[in-house]
């Protein structure tokens, strides 16, 4: 069983940074892709950034480009989530996914199909 940890959430005021971690643990598996995607009360899932281990190529919601970054941990089958200049409109739940598929559409959720618990994020304005 591959079991996919976030850390790192909590409350952020307007304009502050977070930082999210994500590590695998369970059976070994082989990841093609990573992702965070995020949902707010009453709203759809939405995809927030991933990142492709065959070109470190990032991917990116049209919301939160230029203010967050996904990175790679130091474990394999690991991703940070950098949230700069946060806003209101970012308070979600926060899931980490993982793909062992490839060539398929990575800002699509049902590509993935690995997901974490996920962490709540909170930004007070």
């Known amino acids: 069983q591959v079991q996919l940890v976030e850390s790192g959430g909590g409350f952020v005021q307007a304009g502050g940074s977070l930082r999210l971690s994500c590590t695998a643990s369970?059976?070994?598996?082989?990841?093609?892709?990573m992702a965070w995607f995020r949902q707010a009360p009453g709203k759809e899932r939405e995809f927030v950034a991933a990142?492709?281990?065959?070109?470190?190529?990032?991917l990116y919601g049209d919301s939160v480009k230029d203010r967050f970054s996904i990175s790679r941990g130091y474990a394999r089958n690991a991703v940070n989530l950098q949230m700069n200049r946060v806003e209101p409109g970012d308070t979600a739940v926060y899931y980490c996914?993982?793909?062992?598929?490839?060539?398929?559409?990575?800002?699509?959720?049902?590509?993935?199909?690995?997901w974490g618990q996920g962490t709540q994020v909170t930004v007070s304005s």
């Open positions: 369970g059976r070994t598996f082989s990841s093609t892709a």
């Open positions: 990142l492709k281990w065959s070109d470190s190529a990032t």
């Open positions: 996914a993982a793909t062992s598929y490839s060539l398929r559409n990575y800002y699509d959720r049902v590509t993935y199909d690995y």
